[in-house]
T-cell receptor
Framework: EDQVTQSPEALRLQEGESSSLNCSYTVSGLRGLFWYRQDPGKGPEFLFTLYSAGEEKEKERLKATLTKKESFLHITAPKPEDSATYLCAVRGSTLGRLYFGRGTQLTVWP | EPEVTQTPSHQVTQMGQEVILRCVPISNHLYFYWYRQILGQKVEFLVSFYNNEISEKSEIFDDQFSVERPDGSNFTLKIRSTKLEDSAMYFC??????????FGNGTRLTVT
């Protein structure tokens, strides 16, 4: 079965302290790796889609990268408003269905 | 920006009762999904729906669950006889052919 593992489970950063979140995956025939942000009591909010190894996407302080086995979400100079749970998901050979990891709960303190 | 809208935001029901969760998809989206998230656990796929029929369902989506698009705009998830373990956040998600999944803010279902 397609699997997604995220690490660390929780991460506390001081404002401005850059770091990376990891997403390791096993999937037969990757048809997209997705990063979402989830705030408490809300639905996942789409951030990025990556399709092939070597691809990178950026949005404000976030940058997502992809290799054949894992993806990283790099957070540069985070702010308290970046605090959220970041979810990684993959779409494999089965059309449409996403497999999610457990997420990384990020807390950025001032 | 267009949104996926879910109602109600919170539903409390007694074990054995039927519940219907409602979703209004983004207007030009054709692919519809239900996911659920038990507190502290992963977001899990339940079912996908396209062209007025189920295209895929997970092992969770047993005979107690059903989906339909009753009036061409709403997309509903029905749980026929709720169990305690059905307590979770239920998310509707939609997309068109080329977009990622867009999620609603969910319905928190509490079964007592």
């Amino acid at each position: 079965e397609d699997q997604v593992t995220q690490s660390p489970e929780a991460l506390r950063l001081q404002e401005g302290e850059s770091s990376s979140l990891n997403c390791s995956y096993t999937v037969s025939g990757l048809r997209g790796l997705f990063w979402y942000r989830q705030d408490p009591g809300k639905g996942p909010e789409f951030l990025f889609t990556l399709y092939s190894a070597g691809e990178e996407k950026e949005k404000e302080r976030l940058k997502a990268t992809l290799t054949k086995k894992e993806s990283f979400l790099h957070i540069t100079a985070p702010k308290p408003e970046d605090s959220a749970t970041y979810l990684c998901a993959v779409r494999g050979s089965t059309l449409g269905r996403l497999y999610f990891g457990r997420g990384t709960q990020l807390t950025v303190w001032p | 920006e267009p949104e996926v809208t879910q109602t109600p935001s919170h539903q409390v029901t007694q074990m054995g009762q039927e519940v219907i969760l409602r979703c209004v998809p983004i207007s030009n989206h054709l692919y519809f999904y239900w996911y659920r998230q038990i507190l502290g656990q992963k977001v899990e796929f339940l079912v996908s729906f396209y062209n007025n029929e189920i295209s895929e369902k997970s092992e969770i989506f047993d005979d107690q669950f059903s989906v339909e698009r009753p009036d061409g705009s709403n997309f509903t998830l029905k749980i026929r006889s709720t169990k305690l373990e059905d307590s979770a956040m239920y998310f509707c998600a939609t997309r068109d052919s080329n977009s990622p999944l867009h999620f609603g803010n969910g319905t928190r279902l509490t079964v007592t």
